[in-house]
């Protein structure tokens, strides 16, 4: 059964997907993951948690969020998925 989800939180030990220069990535679309992961940008144990957000994203839920857990998780800190 599913829940319509409207937004999904992981909570890492990181802030967020970052770029190739360690940057945080604020946005990723889910149609940008797969090249990021080809193009080791995005690797290790992201890896499974940007692709368990894209497949969340393609079952419905509206967006997620990769956020750094622990004492004041702040959403801005993070990476928000999008469709797209």
Known sequence: MALKAEHLVFLTDVEGVRDGRKKRIPILKTSDIQKLINSDVIYGGMVPKVQSAAE?????????????????IKFSNGTRIIRG
């Open 56 to 72: 969340a994203i393609r079952e419905g839920v509206g967006e997620v969020d990769i956020l750094k857990g622990g004492k004041g």
